[in-house]
């Protein structure tokens, strides 16, 4: 018998048993993979951006209740105070949050060390089979006790877990099992329908940070080509948001950082049915003025046969070139030389107004983060506790929150892990 059990030691359910067992109560933290923390550690490319002291509201989607409540309750100065309270001093990089090793592995050795430090009673490789409400007897009571506080629960209601390794019973019970982002660390979705019984609702998980399948460039032509570009989305013919980063075009379409940080939108849009485009500007360093003029003074000067394409070398990766040549209808073999005003119009347009038309996010699989999770008018905003079955909590990408990159994604899993593991 526990005072509280946890299901799934990623970020939020590790930070959850830390929080709950420092207060005295005896916890179990049942994990179906071999190992804990595997998602961590493929964090930041294995650095772990664990935070962000840029920290507000609008670097979220979905339900801005739950991020208000939860980072006014534990926000990204705790963060930093909690891992260096477990040894772990922060690395800012602009901001940007990384334990000074810059290994995510730090921070998984330091959970298993603290975990082990409060007792807390870790089950890797246990698969789930059925999760009950059950009445928890004075029996049961009497044996509950943690070895570091010897604090006895006194609870009447609570909740089985029955497993491949037997039952487990508990007063309280935290699902952090988060949503379907790459499956393969763990977060396969095998727990919703045992979350489904006990009457929760699951909106459907989207992918939130990824790349997206686009027509409007020949993408086979261009796969490999990575450039700092601005993407903007429009969605229904509305411009919705924009990023600038490091752009890499893939042979199914568009990914990398800018396009993640706008991803969120997209492919709740492209959920609903909606029209969604991106327009990619290929060259922000450049004005629409100076990219003009300077193609003009590029033909002006140019004395020679080159063509079009070669006159241009070295402006953007050739490749790419070719292809935005291509897309402004001017023929790359045109003497760079002879160029019309309106040529020089049309290439412009063309690296720094393509439109794509975005199909689909790519799967789960390759996503890092997925929107959607469970109905938060069926949760209390401030503990994270369900307003279906009292002593039952959610916490991490399970709940319907979702972060741009930067930190914010382990952030809301410290976050709520911190509140669900803290209640008592
Ligand atoms: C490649 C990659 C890089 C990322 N980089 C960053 C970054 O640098 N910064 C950032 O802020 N965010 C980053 N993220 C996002 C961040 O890792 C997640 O938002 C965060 O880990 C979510 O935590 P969680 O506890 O909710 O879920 P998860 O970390 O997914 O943990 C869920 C746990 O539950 C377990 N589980 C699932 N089902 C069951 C079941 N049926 N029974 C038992 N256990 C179960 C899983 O095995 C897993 O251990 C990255 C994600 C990926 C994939």
Redesign the pocket.
Known sequence: MYDVII?????????AAAAAASKGARVAL????DD?????L????G??????TDMSVNKFHGSKALIKNGLSQFNYADTIRFFKELGIPAYDNAGYIYPNSRQAASVVAAFRMELMRLHVDVKTG???TEIKTARITAEDTNSASNPATNKKTDDRTGYCIQTDKGSFKSKRLII????T??PK???????FR?IEALGHHIQKPLPA?CGFSCDGLNFKKITGVRCDATVASVIDGQMTEQNTGELQLADYGISGIPVFQISSLMSRALDKGQRVEVIIDFLPAFSDDELNGYIKDRSITTTDNRSLNEMLNGLLNNKLLLELIHKSGVSPDKKGRLLTDDDCKSLTRSIKHTAVSVKKPRGAEF???CAGGICTKEIDVRTLESKIHPGLYF????LDV??I?????????WT??YIAGEMQ
């Open positions: 299901i799934g030691a990623g970020a939020s359910g590790l930070m049942l994990e179906h993979k804990i923390g595997k998602k961590i493929a964090t930041g490319n650095r772990c951006n664990f935070t962000n246990i698969s789930i952090a099992c988060g949503l982002a790459s660390l763990g977060s396969d979705g095998s727990l045992q940070l996503a890092q983060v916490c991490g990408e399970l979702d972060g990159c930067g930190g914010y994604n382990l952030q809301w899993a709520s892990g």
